[in-house]
């Protein structure tokens, strides 16, 4: 099995930051990329930020240059910092990892956590 637990969730006023957590256990052979997405009321879950085991990152344009998302492999973990928030980041956010539970598990899968909700208020 293999559980994704986040923590960070806040209420914050505009303008102001957050800290997103998110930790991998259980079975894991290699963790190939670490995501966050968001899902506010009413719409579809998009991506946010996503970070591959090479180092690569790629952020939705509307967080560009205000959020960073970050890993670090040895303890399995994603992190997204969240500074000049807006009203509109008002979203339940979702940790994602796509990875290999072992080595003869050669496509890997797909990994949610249970979602966090970020509150900005105007």
């Known amino acids: 099995q293999v559980q994704l637990v986040e923590s960070g969730e806040g209420s914050v006023q505009a303008g102001g930051s957050l800290r997103l957590s998110c930790v991998a256990s259980g079975t894991i052979y290699i963790i190939k990329a670490m995501a966050w997405y968001r899902q506010a009321p009413g719409n579809q879950r998009e991506l946010v930020a996503v970070a591959t085991s090479g180092g690569t990152t790629n952020y939705a344009d509307s967080v560009k240059g205000r959020f960073t998302i970050s890993r670090d492999n040895a303890k399995n973990a994603v992190y997204l910092q969240m500074n000049s928030l807006k009203p509109e980041d008002t979203a339940v956010y979702y940790c994602?990892?796509?990875?290999?539970?072992?080595?003869?598990?050669?496509?890997?899968?797909?990994?949610w956590g249970q979602g966090t909700q970020v509150t900005v208020s105007s």
């Open positions: 994602n990892a796509n990875l290999r539970r072992h080595p003869l598990d050669l496509l890997g899968d797909d990994y």
